[in-house]
T-cell receptor, first 112, second 111 residues
Framework: DAGVIQSPRHEVTEMGQEVTLRCKPISGHDYLFWYRQTMMRGLELLIYFNNNVPIDDSGMPEDRFSAKMPNASFSTLKIQPSEPRDSAVYFC??????????FGQGTRLTVV | DAKTTQPTSMDCAEGRAANLPCNHSTISGNEYVYWYRQIHSQGPQYIIHGLKNNETNEMASLIITEDRKSSTLILPHATLRDTAVYYCIVAPLDSSYKLIFGSGTRLLVRP
């Protein structure tokens, strides 16, 4: 397996634009997590899914953020409209039955 | 909020053992201790986890105190590539499983 795959690796967008980050978890994993990392706040859990169902979205900062998992092999994190303070590295991770989580390489988002 | 306390930074000499402490005095009976690390510009990487017994794998050893209020991650022979931020996390092994990362310990391995 190629591991958790995130796309794009880098994204630069203008304030107000919609941004969609994508994640392909490891096949067979039943948990999927979205994290955001900044220098000021460290690694923050935004939302996680179990068997494609959102379990806890209490970390999603605002209504501008939304996440979906339409099937077991794909998830998206959408920001609409984007703001400069959303600039961060966004990580997706997956795990099987609450064991070790495997992280993707991240998407570095810059909102100008 | 993270339920663990770790030193902000540590250093050790290459080839020596690195012992990273973690305090988790409010750990619950169903919570495991997980360790992850993050090398610069990469995603976090799983190292090891345990409930109450000591654990060892190819990367490290985990020593958990009998009262489970603290633990130590041991890298037996640290290399320069072990320079990273190390995170100690407590989480249950059930449907409420989620990993909450604190600020971690920045380990610098010196040549």
């Amino acid at each position: 397996d190629a591991g958790v795959i995130q796309s794009p690796r880098h994204e630069v967008t203008e304030m107000g634009q919609e941004v969609t980050l994508r994640c392909k978890p490891i096949s067979g994993h039943d948990y999927l997590f979205w994290y955001r990392q900044t220098m000021m706040r460290g690694l923050e859990l935004l939302i996680y899914f179990n068997n494609n169902v959102p379990i806890d979205d209490s970390g999603m900062p605002e209504d501008r953020f939304s996440a979906k998992m339409p099937n077991a092999s794909f998830s998206t994190l959408k920001i609409q409209p984007s703001e400069p303070r959303d600039s961060a590295v966004y990580f997706c991770a997956s795990s099987l039955q609450s064991t070790e989580a495997f992280f993707g390489q991240g998407t570095r988002l810059t909102v100008v | 909020d993270a339920k663990t306390t770790q030193p902000t930074s540590m250093d050790c000499a290459e080839g020596r053992a690195a012992n990273l402490p973690c305090n988790h005095s409010t750990i619950s009976g169903n919570e495991y201790v997980y360790w992850y690390r993050q090398i610069h510009s990469q995603g976090p990487q799983y190292i090891i986890h345990g409930l109450k017994n000591n654990e060892t794998n190819e990367m490290a050893s985990l020593i958990i105190t009998e009262d489970r209020k603290s633990s130590t991650l041991i890298l037996p022979h640290a290399t320069l590539r072990d320079t990273a931020v190390y995170y100690c996390i407590v989480a249950p092994l059930d449907s409420s499983y989620k990993l909450i990362f604190g600020s971690g310990t920045r380990l610098l391995v010196r040549p």
